[in-house]
Each structure stands twice: as C-alpha cells, then as structure tokens.
C-alpha cells in the first residue's frame, strides 16, 4: 500500500495568513492527488482534484502543486471558515490512502 | 448530489450490520462507488469499491472475507454487509463518489456510525 504523510500536524494561523502543508507519498502517484477539507462533526470535501484542479464552488485561494511524490496545498489568503482539518489522498492505486491530516486552527 | 447511509448500529463482537447508502442528483449507475471509514478523532481509511456494474470489488485487506461490498443500479443504491465484525472496525462509514477522471472521492455522505462492543 502506498503511505501517505503530511506536514505539519498541525497549524496556528490568523486570518489573511498564507498556510501551506506539504503531503509526500511513500511511491511515485503522478498527479493522482487530491485534498479534502473537513471541519468537526462533518464529512470531508473535495478541495482539489489531480494535483492541481480546483474543483468547482471551491474559492481560488486554495491552490494545489506538486507531482510524483511530493505535493503541496497553499491557502492564499486565511478566512474565518477554512480553519479545518486537510487530508491528502492518493489516488493512483487501491487502496486509496490518506495522509493524517493537519489541522489548521486559529492563532 | 445526495448520498445518505444508513444502518450504523451498536453491535457486539463476531456480529453483523448491513449498511446502505441511497443516492440522488447524479447518474449512480455511471460512477465507481466506495466506503470510507473514519475512527472516531483520527484519520481516513478506503475500504472497498466497486466499479458500475459491480464486476470488479476491492477491499483494504483487513476487512476481506468479511465485508462484502454490493450496489443496486436499479434502486441508486450502495451496501456494505459487515460479518465477523471487531472492535476495531468501529468508525464512521462514508457512502462515497469516484471522481470523474481518477479515483479521488469526489462526493462523500455525512456518514452513519458503527460502533462494535460487548
């Protein structure tokens, strides 16, 4: 199975801050990323699709980069609502793992 | 889009719970379909999916021989059939979407909570 992990674990920022956190995969995955969102009590949701795709209704402040095993999602601009956890999830070959998580939480 | 589970149950060990997941708002038959789960404060596991017309099934090998993964594209329904059920299986389970072009979730449901104990 591919493993995934994430850095930090976790994140202390205040609104308007720039957040990135990085995501490695234990193998080469492509593109084959995505990033989810989920805030307590909560499902997940699809942020970012193969990388770098922003999938529709989510705000261009986030954005996503990378390819083989190394990736990165950046919030440009910290609002009230995206203090939350982010999981990275690869998508290349079941079963489709994710990373920890980091939690993103306010300053 | 909709997806709603259902069935999550108190149940003891070596037991068996039966979940569904209806869904609305998109072509079900069109889309691989997957179980997520959660244990409760920690991370994200795949557990099985299943292509459109239920031909292929994979399961995250500590579940296999024991869940059983199923859809009805006649009803827009997904199933999961859980046997011999451990207390480390107690999670949330997510009814969840296949992205368009790749196998990201691309759609979850707000989970139903199975929790397996004596």
């Known amino acids: 199975d591919i493993q995934m992990t994430q850095s930090p674990s976790s994140v202390s920022a205040s609104v308007g801050d720039r957040v990135t956190i990085t995501c490695r995969a234990s193998?080469?995955?492509?593109?084959?990323l995505a990033w989810h969102q989920q805030k307590p009590g909560k499902a997940p949701k699809l942020l970012i699709y193969?990388?770098?795709s922003l999938q529709s209704g989510v705000p261009s402040r986030f954005s996503g980069s990378g390819s083989g095993t190394d990736f990165t999602l950046t919030i440009s601009s910290l609002q009230p609502e995206d203090f939350a956890t982010y999981y990275c999830?690869?998508?290349?070959?079941?079963?489709?793992?994710f990373g920890p998580g980091t939690k993103v939480d306010i300053k | 889009e909709q997806l709603v589970e259902s069935g999550g149950d108190l149940v003891q060990p070596g037991g068996s719970l039966r979940l569904s997941c209806a869904a609305s708002?998109?072509?079900?038959?069109?889309?691989?379909m997957n179980w997520v789960r959660q244990v409760p404060g920690k991370g994200l596991e795949g557990v099985a999916n299943?292509?459109?017309?239920?031909?292929?099934?994979y399961y995250v090998d500590s579940v296999k021989g024991r869940f059983t993964i199923s859809r009805d594209n006649a009803k827009n329904s997904l199933y999961l059939q859980m046997n011999s059920l451990r207390a480390e299986d107690t999670a949330v389970y997510y009814c969840?979407?296949?992205?368009?072009?790749?196998?990201?979730?691309?759609?979850w449901g707000q989970g139903t909570l199975v929790t397996v104990s004596s």
């Open positions: 999830q690869q998508a290349n070959s079941f079963p489709f793992t």
């Open positions: 969840a979407r296949r992205g368009t072009t790749g196998d990201w979730v691309a759609s």
């Open positions: 193969a990388a770098s």
């Open positions: 193998q080469g995955i492509s593109s084959w």
């Open positions: 708002g998109f072509t079900f038959s069109s889309y691989w």
């Open positions: 299943i292509k459109q017309d239920g031909s292929e099934k």
